[in-house]
């Protein structure tokens, strides 16, 4: 059974807006913050949005700041909610859900320090 597992990816036109769902199965992994990271070929994984799962401390990517929302819920089976609005062809790529335990001074939008991980979902924007 996948730890981790993504839905609301697709094709969307420019300045439309995306919502993506990720759930973990918090009796399966050991984690204080969870949330997104994209890749595009040739590009290492950058950072899109993360969250602490006590709701204290959220950090968003620079490329996304102002167009991102994330929320979650703290049923058994922990769900966070990505919503992407006015998206640009920039945007498109395999948006990937992470989950990890994080020290205070760890970057929490660096993807090395994140060990639990979705298969990815395709995001595709085109005008």
Known sequence: QVPLLESGGGSVQVGGSLRLSCSASRRRITMNYMGWFRQTPGKE?????????????IAYGQSVQGRVTLSQNNAAERTVYLQIDGLKS???AMYYCAAGYLGPKQDKLLAQNYNY?????????SS
């Open 45 to 57: 994984r950058e950072g899109v949005a993360v969250l602490s799962t006590d709701n204290q401390n």
């Open 90 to 92: 920039d945007d498109t």
């Open 117 to 125: 991980w979705g298969q990815g979902t395709q995001v595709t924007v």
